[in-house]
Nanobody, 122 residues
Framework: QVQLVESGGGLVQPGGSLRLSCAAS????????MGWYRQAPGTQRELVAH???????TYPDSMKGRFTISRDNARNTVSLQMSSLKPEDTAVYYC????????????????WGQGTQVTVSS
């Protein structure tokens, strides 16, 4: 099976920075696109950042300039560097990856991490 495990969440003051990491493990054959999403209470899950297997990145306009996504293909990890954090960035952040596993060969399937809480507050 495949697992995604996030780390790095926590409490940070407004204007501060935080780095989230996510590691994929298990019977992985190939990792395609990866991304970060977030969900605040009472809202829908939204895209934070996306990165292709080739390293091309996409951000919603509200995240551009503040958030940076990166990946290490050799280690099957994806990270999110967040800066100039605002109280409205408070949410549970989820790692997502499209992965072809050795037991489901032929195409990639979406996997999700368990989520990590980010709280921006003074």
């Amino acid at each position: 099976q495949v697992q995604l495990v996030e780390s790095g969440g926590g409490l940070v003051q407004p204007g501060g920075s935080l780095r989230l990491s996510c590691a994929a493990s298990g019977s992985i054959l190939r990792v395609y696109h990866m991304g970060w999403y977030r969900q605040a209470p009472g809202t829908q899950r939204e895209l934070v950042a996306h990165i292709t297997s080739g390293g091309s990145t996409t951000y919603p306009d509200s995240m551009k300039g503040r958030f940076t996504i990166s990946r290490d293909n050799a280690r099957n990890t994806v990270s999110l560097q967040m800066s100039s954090l605002k109280p409205e960035d408070t949410a549970v952040y989820y790692c997502n990856a499209n992965i072809e596993s050795r037991v489901r060969i032929g195409r990639g399937y979406d996997y999700w991490g368990q989520g990590t809480q980010v709280t921006v507050s003074s």
